[in-house]
């Protein structure tokens, strides 16, 4: 069972997130966007959206500082278990607080807002219910096992553990040992990553983080190759060839 | 300089009746779409009016277009580069659909289900995003002929520009339309705002589209065109604008909109102009100079320095005859009678207009006076300041000079007009007064009274321009061996067979052979095959001509 959860899922998680992203770019460019509803209704939407996505990027941020930096590499610049602890403790708390209020202010806007909600597909309502539980989870990981229950060190375990499956050398018997509360949020996150490339949550990879470095004034030729574009074919040359 | 060329288009809104049927044709062939149902490519406003979408000539609130930042450079209004990436996640600048109008339709089928009742069945209204029954309270040309009256008109920010007092005379005193595509503009804001880089401007003929592939759904295209003419799909979640039909243009067919005018009044033709004037134009500091900047950028195509340079640049031949038939050029340039609109908000529109002369001159019949006059006409022009600068405040940023000398030479032309159609001597005076010689008045006036459909429409085809390219494809000139070593004249079994000589190779050996043999007739070898294309006319080369008899050989 170990074995399973924190050996195989992780990597059938990665696998599709790569492949589906792969796969997603090559035949599914035009589905890819943001779907935004703002057209519906923008005053919610002023508050909610800016809410959660900044909360979201804090977050997830936390998650790289916690996960993917060794606890030896914060002792070697002498920052003490305890100073990381509360800094991640409060800064996660309030990411965390920001990212679920935001995201049930959009559940809401969706729910009551008519043309918004006939915009909702199934997949949304999975990808909601994912994205919410996972939220939810993990602050309550925070605040609980963090906060009330006194301090878990998860650098010991599960931070090992995700910077192991990337090294191939994955070891289930450090998270046996977690708390059932980050077991059940690490879960959730697996499926969510899995689900991620198949969801609207795929606009993430859209973040134009070229167009601070672009010129406003873009030219392209007709016989360019754009994305959507290809090669005239030569005249002798079937017309199917794709 | 680098001379770029694009289709571009001018409308006489002297002739426009609002009949819509650009609108609809338009949207029957680009929006009839799920998503689409409020977006209209082209539409149709009466003015003074508040527009579609409502009141979107006012920037201080949408903040569409450009402005100048305290070093003078330009920056879109709404915001430069850090402050978009910031804002991504909402764009409370972004129109709602209240703004358009919701789109609507009708439950038909209870005309047709009802049972047998006293009452007449009806039809309800029934809202198209979210399906539930709606209260239809607007749309894209609500305010047609000045519906709704003063309250609504005059809500209308280039009537508000001007003054309020002036309001309720103005409006007794005329009333015009203005049809309206996206401008494909030579500095897009549009454009500029796009974080994804989705939308481009085509460098053969400047036409402005939205790769639906790169398209990502930011939303920020909408609040950067003044114009607001790019329109958000809220189905598939990408931007979409008027393509200016590039698939007819492509093969020399005028758009929709234009072939469907029933008014004639659209024209297309080529503009050339210099793609590296146009940043310093658009940052031209005086609003009012911007007009005069945008023609400083255009290039005359009879100047054979500008010829020169647009052969350096790619510009084919084909599409350089098309700009000196360029029926937008001669308004634009030539006889200055067309103007852009709103130059003010720096993104160098390229669909400019006409502003029509009908209201003065309706102001003068009602009020008993000959219309057709000159002294008449100039008088009035002069006199009815209000529409002069209601149109100013249209097209030339509230400078009332290029409006009124547009007017004059409008009126000129009428009455100059009216002395050769009576059978009096022309009055060359009459031209002379605005500039323009007796030639210039015939000939502006067959271009706008009667030019028919391909003086109207000068477009050249992609596919003449590629022709030499194309034809060029199957290799490159002056190869006797291709990429295998093989001689291309001949294939492995001979002459006929193997894949055709390509025709420059052909030409190329035939031309050579000619001109270097001594011989007048045929060369005898097969290399130097004569066909009617490389014919010199000299002798009768064998297999040009089917024999005529037994004894021909």
Redesign the interface.
């Known amino acids: 069972m170990n074995l399973l959860l924190w050996v195989a899922l992780p990597y059938v998680a990665i696998a599709c997130l790569v492949g589906g992203t792969v796969w997603r770019y090559r035949y599914d ?2 589905g ?11 005053r919610l ?2 508050i909610a ?2 809410l ?3 909360g979201l990027i804090f977050v997830i941020l936390g998650h790289i500082a916690g996960l993917v930096v060794p606890e030896d590499w914060t002792e070697a610049v002498h920052v003490p278990e305890s100073a990381y602890h509360a800094v991640s403790l409060v800064a996660g708390s309030i990411a965390g607080a920001a990212a679920v209020a935001g995201l049930a202010l959009l559940v809401y806007r969706r729910r009551t807002s ?2 918004v909600f ?2 909702t597909t199934r997949n949304d309502k999975l990808m909601y219910v994912l994205l919410g539980g996972s939220l939810l989870l993990g602050l309550g990981v925070t605040v609980i096992e963090n906060g009330i229950r006194g301090p878990y060190d998860y650098r010991e375990t599960v931070g090992p553990w995700f910077r192991d499956v990337f090294l191939l050398r994955p070891d289930p018997d450090l998270m046996a040992r977690i708390p059932l509360l980050y077991k059940f949020h690490v879960l959730l996150g697996l499926v969510l990553t899995a689900l991620f490339p198949f969801t609207r949550l795929i ?1 993430a990879f ?1 973040a ?1 983080w ?3 470095f ?1 010129p ?8 360019g190759r ?3 574009t290809r090669d ?1 074919a ?3 040359e079937p017309v199917t060839r794709r | 300089m680098r001379v770029m060329a694009q289709l571009s288009m001018v409308m006489n809104l002297d002739k426009c009746i609002g009949c819509h049927t650009c609108s609809v044709t338009c949207k029957q062939a680009w929006t009839n779409r799920a998503g689409t149902e409020y977006v209209w490519f082209n539409n149709v406003e009466t003015r003074p009016g508040q527009g579609y979408p409502r009141r979107y000539e006012d920037q201080d609130t949408w903040q569409g277009g450009w402005t100048l930042d305290r070093k003078g450079r330009l920056k879109p209004r709404s915001g430069g580069r850090a402050r978009r990436m910031l804002g991504i996640f909402s764009n409370p600048l972004l129109p709602t659909i209240a703004d358009y109008y919701e789109p609507w339709t009708y439950d038909y089928e209870t005309l047709t289900t009802a049972p047998l009742q006293d009452d007449v069945p009806v039809a309800r209204p029934y809202s198209l995003i979210s399906g539930e029954p709606t209260k239809v309270e607007w749309s894209a040309n609500w305010d047609d002929d000045l519906g709704g009256g003063p309250d609504i008109a005059g809500r209308d920010p280039v009537v508000q520009k001007i003054s309020d007092a002036i309001r309720l005379d103005y409006e007794r005193a005329f009333m015009f339309y203005l049809p309206r595509i996206c401008e494909h503009c030579l500095n897009p804001a549009c454009m500029a705002a796009c974080p994804s880089g989705a939308i481009y401007k085509r460098a053969e003929d400047g036409i402005v589209l939205v790769d639906q592939d790169g398209c990502r759904g930011w939303r920020m295209c909408v609040t950067g065109c003044p114009y607001k003419k790019i329109y958000f799909n809220h189905r598939t979640g990408k931007a979409e604008k008027c393509t200016f039909c590039y698939p007819r243009v492509e093969v020399g067919l005028p758009t929709v909109c234009s072939e469907t005018c029933v008014g004639r009044l659209r024209y297309i033709g080529v503009l050339l102009y210099d793609a590296d004037k146009v940043t310093a134009a658009a940052e031209t500091e005086d609003d009012k100079a911007l007009y005069e900047a945008q023609l400083g950028v255009f290039l005359d195509p009879e100047d054979p320095e500008v010829i020169a340079a647009a052969r350096r640049d790619g510009v084919p031949e084909t599409w350089l005859e098309a700009a000196r038939r360029s029926p937008v050029h001669a308004l634009i340039n030539r006889y200055r009678v067309a103007l852009p609109l709103h130059p003010e908000f720096r993104t160098m529109p390229m669909v400019w207009y006409i502003p029509p002369l009908s209201p003065v001159v309706d102001a003068l019949r009602d009020t008993g006076h000959d219309g057709e006059d000159a002294g008449n006409l100039f008088g009035a022009i002069e006199a009815l300041r209000i529409p002069v600068r209601y149109l100013a405040g249209l097209f030339t940023a509230g400078d009332p000079e290029p409006v009124a000398a547009v007017l004059r030479k409008l009126a000129a032309m009428r009455s100059y007009m009216r002395d050769t159609n009576l059978g009096d001597p022309a009055d060359e005076a009459k031209a002379a007064a605005v500039g323009m010689s007796g030639r210039d008045m015939q000939d502006m006036y067959r271009l706008l009274a009667l030019a028919k459909y391909d003086e109207r429409y000068v477009i050249p085809t992609q596919a003449a321009a590629e022709a030499a390219a194309l034809e060029e494809s199957a290799c490159p000139v002056d190869y006797d061996y291709d990429e295998h070593g093989r001689d291309r004249t001949s294939g492995p079994f001979g002459e006929a067979s193997g894949r055709p000589a390509p025709a420059s190779v052909e030409s190329f050996h035939a031309l050579k052979d000619r001109q270097t043999t001594g011989a007048l007739v045929s060369p005898g070898d097969r290399k130097g095959r004569v066909n009617l294309l490389n014919w010199d006319g000299k002798g009768r080369p064998g297999g040009l001509f089917p024999r005529r008899g037994k004894g021909d050989e």
């Open positions: 460019r035009f890819w966007t943001t779907r935004s509803s703002e057209l519906y209704e923008k939407l002023r959206s800016p959660f996505h900044f008519g043309p006939s915009a606009h859209a134009p070229r167009y601070p672009r406003y004034i873009v030219y392209r030729s007709r016989g754009g994305p959507a005239p030569r005249g002798w």
